[in-house]
């Protein structure tokens, strides 16, 4: 079966499952659910650590949500 089919089922059984059953499916993965780790490798972790410190240290500046908005759709607008 295509990964998407099995996600796609998963998540219909999970949206109509009974509390008892979401409760011994959440057992099976909670470990893996709390391990933050998982979705990015070393070299990712890497640069998001350096571009954190950079941040934090004055190095580098950051932008507000709506400053980012304003600049992605000032982008979109030259393309």
């Not at 990964?3 to 059984?13: D, G, I, P, R």
């Not at 008892?20 to 979705?39: F, H, M, P």
């Not at 410190?53 to 932008?63: E, L, N, P, T, V």
């Amino acid at each position: 079966m295509v990964l998407a089919t099995v996600k796609e089922k998963l998540h219909e059984y999970i949206d109509h499952a009974d509390e008892k059953k979401i409760q011994a499916i959440y057992t099976l993965v909670e470990n893996e659910i709390g391990d933050s780790n998982y979705l990015y490798d070393e070299e990712t972790l890497k640069i998001l650590r350096s571009t954190s410190r950079d941040y934090f240290s004055g190095k580098i500046k950051g932008y507000s949500e709506e400053e980012s908005m304003k600049r992605i759709r000032k982008q979109i607008g030259k393309v």
